[in-house]
């Protein structure tokens, strides 16, 4: 099992910048395909970002391409998500996610361990 606990969350205004880490404990990360997911209030979760076990490979919702980038560092066992220019509409809980896939998928069903999530909140 993996144990994921995202932070990095907050409040931003409009165009601001914020980073969220995810730390893993348990088996060893390197094995894993990560994933960043959010849900807004009344909304479905959505796939927000995906990478690979290696770090080499990522894929991106189309509505935050070019403006947030998802990485990893095996050797610390933490996943980042940069968010840049946010927009309101990034107001959501950001969770962080693993699956056995190593390639990652944008699929929430693909994942079985999931963090508790963050706040993130952008004030136009």
């Known amino acids: 099992q993996v144990q994921l606990v995202e932070s990095g969350g907050g409040l931003v205004q409009a165009g601001g910048s914020l980073r969220l880490s995810c730390a893993a404990s348990?088996?060893?990360?390197?094995?894993?395909?990560m994933g960043w997911f959010r849900q807004a209030l009344g909304k479905e979760r959505e796939f927000v970002a995906v990478?690979?076990?290696?770090?080499?490979?990522?894929n991106y919702a189309a509505s935050v391409k070019g403006r947030f980038t998802i990485s990893r560092d095996n050797a610390k066992s933490t996943l980042y998500l940069q968010m840049n220019s946010l927009k309101p509409e990034d107001t959501a809980i950001y969770y962080c996610?693993?699956?056995?896939?190593?390639?990652?998928?944008?699929?929430?069903?693909?994942?079985?361990?999931w963090g508790r999530g963050t706040q993130v909140t952008v004030s136009s």
């Open positions: 996610a693993a699956t056995y896939l190593n390639s990652g998928s944008t699929r929430q069903e693909d994942y079985g361990y």
């Open positions: 348990g088996r060893t990360f390197s094995g894993y395909g």
């Open positions: 990478i690979n076990w290696g770090g080499g490979s990522t």
